[in-house]
């Protein structure tokens, strides 16, 4: 079952600029976290913000998260080729069961 | 740390055959989880483990897909027989328990499946 959901589901843009993906959720969560795919590879944490977190950083990484609409955003500042990855949103569907993945964002960063 | 191990990193087989997907968590993690990918229908869950003893294999799509945990550095997932339906990457994830299972999760490198 979904729980997460990204939008959009393909983003393209150049190298230096920002972009912002989204996830939506179903659920009350104690958590949200990001993961990032490279093409045949397998998913790497980027970052966890819980729910009495409104925002979190790391690096060129910037997380929001709004429970009130059950929503959370990644952001990448001044992105670079290498950033071209599937990123991917997840949550627990409840309470302390396992994370529930969405079908991610396919970023493309264009040198 | 080596992270997850998994093996084969690709396996190509024909319908009936037996498969069975290998695993290594990370040392002292003690929540392992298999996943499964298609481009369909995303990443499923299909069975995790807490302490080597099976918590939740609902994900399981058959009877023909089962997982076992015979110690703490080792798992399998066995699929018997097999079908083209079932062509996906299996991934293996481990966790420490301080979140109970609901941190963070370390990924292996995934076992491609195709079978024909």
């Known amino acids: 079952s979904q729980q997460g959901e990204e939008d959009p589901q393909a983003l393209s843009i150049q190298e230096g600029e920002n972009a912002t993906m989204n996830c939506s959720y179903k659920?009350?969560?104690?958590?949200l976290q990001w993961y990032r795919q490279n093409s045949g590879r397998g998913l790497v944490h980027l970052i966890l913000?819980?729910?009495?977190?409104r925002e979190k950083h790391s690096g060129r990484l910037r997380v929001t998260l709004d429970t009130s609409k059950k929503s959370s955003s990644l952001l990448i500042t001044a992105s670079r080729a290498a950033d071209t990855a599937s990123y991917f949103c997840a949550t627990p569907l409840s309470g302390n069961t396992p994370l529930v993945f969405g079908k991610g964002t396919r970023l493309s960063v264009i040198a | 740390d080596a992270g997850v191990i998994q093996s084969p990193r690709h396996e190509v087989t024909e319908m009936g055959q037996e498969v069975t997907l290998r695993c290594k968590p990370i040392?002292?993690?003690?929540?392992l989880f298999w996943y499964r990918q298609t481009m369909m229908r995303g990443l499923e869950l299909l069975i995790y483990f807490n302490n080597n003893v099976p918590i939740d294999d609902s994900g399981m799509p058959e009877d023909r897909f089962s997982a076992k945990m015979p110690n703490a550095s080792f798992s399998t997932l066995k699929i018997q027989p097999s079908e083209p339906r079932d062509s996906a990457v299996y991934f293996c994830?481990?966790?420490?328990?301080?979140?109970?299972?609901?941190?963070?999760?370390?990924f292996g490198e995934g076992s491609r499946l195709t079978v024909l």
């Open positions: 913000i819980r729910s009495n977190e």
């Open positions: 994830a481990s966790s420490s328990g301080h979140e109970k299972g609901t941190g963070e999760l370390f």
């Open positions: 659920t009350s969560i104690n958590n």
């Open positions: 040392s002292g993690h003690d929540y």
